[in-house]
């Protein structure tokens, strides 16, 4: 039996993102501090604890899901709906930093600037 969520496509297939548990909330809180500290920014240790994230949300549906395969799901066009999909329904209410961190993810770019997940951040 599936857990209720929101289906979003990723990779080519459908899948249904449940929220966070309790306990998973409690045990990844401090990454989703440090995800919601990001500001404008994102940077290879924020798309870590974004995919750590997505990776604990997937396993209550999908238990063989890896940090490797979602790696591969996420790219910058549903990496935004997917964390806001996570933190909405795991009670959280993306606003001020979290709000701009979903903003970098899908900030449409010109070829003058690079995307945000190319960006350095020193």
């Known amino acids: 039996m599936m857990i209720p969520g929101v289906t979003i496509a990723m990779g080519g297939r459908d899948w249904l993102v449940p929220p966070?548990?309790?306990?998973q909330l409690r045990r990844l809180m401090p990454k989703v501090r440090?995800?919601?500290e990001i500001g404008a920014r994102i940077g290879e240790?924020?798309?870590g604890v974004l995919i750590e994230l997505v990776t604990a949300a997937l396993q209550r549906n999908y238990p063989d899901t890896t940090?490797?395969?979602?790696?591969?799901?996420l790219d910058l066009g549903n990496a935004a709906s997917v964390l806001n999909?996570?933190?909405t329904g795991s009670g959280l209410k993306p606003r001020g930093?979290?709000?701009a961190v979903a903003g970098t993810i899908s900030r449409p770019f010109t070829a003058s600037s690079p995307p945000p997940a190319v960006t350095a951040t020193p």
Request: no cysteine.
């Open 45 to 47: 240790e924020q798309i």
């Open 67 to 73: 940090e490797s395969e979602v790696e591969s799901l």
């Open 97 to 99: 930093e979290a709000a």
């Open 85 to 87: 999909i996570i933190l």
């Open 20 to 23: 966070l548990t309790l306990g």
């Open 34 to 36: 440090q995800l919601t």
